[in-house]
């Protein structure tokens, strides 16, 4: 919950200030669609209770570790929620102010004419809203693995830079929204440069969005963020000027009705989005999808999947095509991620109750590489497993099967980078080429 919430936030939109003068005087009340108000309860400082004015003063990077998103940057918030009459009361005597910048109209009550922040990012629709919230969610989390000390960059202190998942999301949606976006190299210097300097307090998501040549993000009329809950925001009420020019975002998805899989990645608080949530390395339905995916969006999804320490039923790969199920396996092979508790991906794989699926695929898919996996701790050995597999040509006579396995086995011994360990030469020679009737 962000602390603008217990600061009773409120914003009307608004129009120039002349036509303002004009229906204050003869309507009995406020419409909501005119101004944009902010409510605090007491000025200056900065606690649960109030909201300092000065910039960035808002879910600054130095609060932002261990909260939420911070919403749509660090700065003064407003929204169009309705107000009560003795809020309304100060804003009839106000409109005679010729400054409409940002007025004081009450204890702790301000008005403020949007229209007149041209460099404000303006989302038009929820999903356009939706796209931007979860692009900053991700920013902030970013920028909280690597500068986790107090908000801070500590020389390198706790930082942590495998942030694949949460720059694909970000690239994904900057790209939708008409933004710019760094590098993933560039943007982890960036966020290390802001930890570094002490007197850069906005959050990163703010910053990002300062980079783009945006003071702020306005979000009038969208009633699921027009709201105290989130809200407008303006992130440094001192760089206000009527002559700003307006900052024109490109390439916008038209109303951000519809929109691919591979496109955008939205999620909120209470629905998520399944691409999304998948990237997150969480499972949903997106497996039926993945032969319709792109093949980097479906690698991706795949990577954070099995990253998390997940591995697919045979089920679902056998479904996947050839190209998919032999880079996924290459995945499993080179990751073997180790969970917290019980075996490895390619123990699991080749020990549990789907090994004979899986091993059927690999040879399908001649993925032989996984000959050389040897895990000491559980002795699972990829060509143990391999030759456990086998399946004997019952045409055969018991001469022609033993040739056949001996091919098998070399065959498989040819893709070996490796010694066979002693526990392998024993199936060999005791399990696996035994002859019984000898």
Not at 46 to 65: A, E, F, I, Q, T
Not at 70 to 84: L, R, V
Not at 314 to 320: A, E, G, H, K, N
Request: net charge neutral; glycine share 8%.
């Amino acid at each position: 919950m962000s602390l603008l919430i217990m600061n009773c936030i409120i914003l009307v939109n608004g129009k120039n200030g002349e036509q303002m003068k004009k229906k204050v005087h003869t309507a009995s009340m406020v419409n909501e669609s005119e101004w944009n108000l902010h409510y605090g309860r007491r000025e200056g400082g900065y606690s649960n209770n109030g909201h300092d004015l000065r910039p960035y003063m808002s879910d600054n990077k130095y609060v932002m570790p261990g909260r939420d998103t911070g919403h749509f940057g660090s700065g003064t918030y407003f929204s169009s929620y309705k107000f009560s009459e003795n809020l309304r009361n100060p804003l009839y005597g106000s409109m005679g102010n010729q400054d409409p910048h940002f007025i004081k109209i009450g204890d702790g009550v301000y008005r403020v004419d949007l229209d007149l922040y041209k460099n404000l990012y303006r989302v038009r629709s929820k999903k356009q809203g939706d796209l931007l919230y979860t692009m900053m969610k991700n920013l902030n989390q970013m920028y909280n693995r690597i500068c986790s000390y107090m908000g801070s960059f500590n020389n390198g202190r706790d930082s942590k830079y495998d942030n694949a998942t949460y720059y694909q999301i970000i690239k994904k949606n900057a790209t939708a929204l008409g933004l710019r976006c760094p590098s993933y190299y560039r943007l982890t210097r960036m966020a290390q440069r802001h930890g570094k300097d002490k007197d850069a307090i906005q959050s990163f998501s703010t910053l990002f969005m300062e980079m783009n040549g945006y003071n702020g993000v306005n979000v009038s009329g969208i009633e699921y963020y027009d709201n105290t809950l989130h809200g407008s925001v303006i992130y440094d009420l001192s760089k206000v000027d009527t002559d700003m020019k307006e900052v024109e975002p490109k390439s916008l998805l038209s109303g951000f009705k519809s929109y691919s899989h591979d496109s955008t990645i939205a999620s909120d608080k209470y629905f998520g989005d399944e691409i999304h949530d998948s990237l997150n390395g969480e499972y949903f339905d997106w497996c039926d999808r993945i032969n319709n995916m792109s093949v980097p969006h479906a690698m991706r999804v795949l990577k954070n999947y099995t990253d998390s320490g997940n591995l697919l039923p045979s089920y679902y790969v056998d479904r996947f095509n050839e190209d998919i199920q032999k880079r996924y396996l290459r995945i499993v092979f080179s990751k073997d991620i180790h969970p917290r508790f019980g075996k490895s991906l390619c123990a699991q794989l080749l020990t549990g109750s789907d090994h004979r699926r899986y091993i059927e695929l690999i040879n399908n898919t001649g993925s032989y590489y996984w000959v050389n996996y040897y895990d000491e701790h559980y002795k699972v050995s990829g060509l143990v497993s391999l030759l456990s597999a086998y399946r004997p040509d019952y045409s055969l006579s018991l001469e022609e099967e033993m040739e056949d396995k001996k091919e098998y086995l070399e065959m498989l011994k040819g893709y070996m980078q490796r010694e066979l360990e002693p526990m392998e030469i024993n199936y060999i020679e005791e399990e696996f080429l035994y002859d019984w009737n000898s």
